[in-house]
């Protein structure tokens, strides 16, 4: 199990995640509840864009171990993908007490900005820009890149440089 979840690891780190996908695999059939591999073929089929099947594993991580905290980002940034924003906006929630962070306001401003709750974005918004120490250029930066993300749940282009001046005019009132 160990050299075969290594392998795995490999051409998960080459990018070939078929491979990877494979191995992993094999690796579940080796020991079927192993929640590290479980949790591996999450990781390796939400970098691969299939969020559904990427859910099914992480899923399947929360429901054996409860307790475990970790899941709850990849849940709710899967969720985010597939436009089941409450789903997205409950587990980023459940993961602020165990370690709120900068990424995770702001992915909480996108969640609720495509969920049409602009006021409740931008408080998290606020709060991202806080908590990254008033990193402007960060802030700016992110929110850019992840509106290709935005746009798949329309959010218009337009509307990027908008928010990002306002966020930055109303966190340091």
Same mark, same amino acid.
């Given at each position: 199990?160990?050299?075969?979840?290594?392998?795995?690891?490999? $051409?998960?780190?080459? %990018? @070939?995640? /078929?491979? +990877?996908?494979? &191995? =992993?695999?094999?690796? *579940?059939? #080796?020991?079927?509840? !192993?929640?590290?591999?479980?949790?591996?073929?999450?990781?390796? $089929?939400?970098?691969? %864009? @299939?969020? /559904?099947? +990427?859910?099914? &594993? =992480?899923?399947?991580? *929360?429901? #054996?171990?409860?307790? !475990?905290?970790?899941?709850?980002?990849?849940?709710?940034?899967?969720?985010?993908?597939? %436009?089941?924003?409450?789903? +997205?906006?409950? &587990?980023?929630?459940?993961?602020?007490?165990?370690?709120?962070?900068?990424?995770?306001?702001?992915?909480?401003?996108?969640?609720?900005?495509?969920?049409?709750?602009?006021?409740?974005?931008?408080?998290? &918004?606020?709060?991202?820009?806080?908590?990254?120490?008033?990193?402007?250029?960060?802030?700016?930066?992110?929110?850019?890149?992840?509106?290709?993300?935005?746009?798949?749940?329309?959010?218009?282009?337009?509307?990027?440089?908008?928010?990002?001046?306002?966020?930055?005019?109303?966190?340091?009132?």
């Amino acid at each position: 199990l160990w050299l075969i979840t290594r392998i795995a690891w490999c $051409y998960r780190r080459k %990018g @070939e995640f /078929e491979l +990877a996908v494979g &191995y =992993y695999l094999e690796a *579940e059939k #080796l020991e079927p509840d !192993n929640l590290e591999v479980q949790a591996y073929l999450g990781h390796v $089929y939400m970098e691969t %864009g @299939e969020y /559904e099947k +990427a859910l099914k &594993y =992480y899923f399947k991580v *929360e429901y #054996l171990q409860p307790a !475990n905290h970790k899941v709850y980002r990849p849940i709710s940034w899967c969720s985010f993908m597939l %436009g089941k924003f409450d789903t +997205a906006s409950k &587990y980023l929630e459940k993961a602020l007490p165990h370690g709120a962070g900068k990424n995770d306001f702001m992915n909480l401003g996108h969640i609720y900005w495509c969920r049409g709750e602009k006021q409740k974005a931008i408080e998290n &918004y606020i709060l991202c820009l806080k908590t990254s120490n008033m990193d402007a250029d960060w802030f700016s930066r992110v929110l850019y890149d992840d509106s290709r993300y935005l746009a798949i749940h329309g959010i218009k282009p337009i509307d990027i440089p908008l928010m990002i001046d306002y966020i930055r005019l109303s966190a340091t009132r």
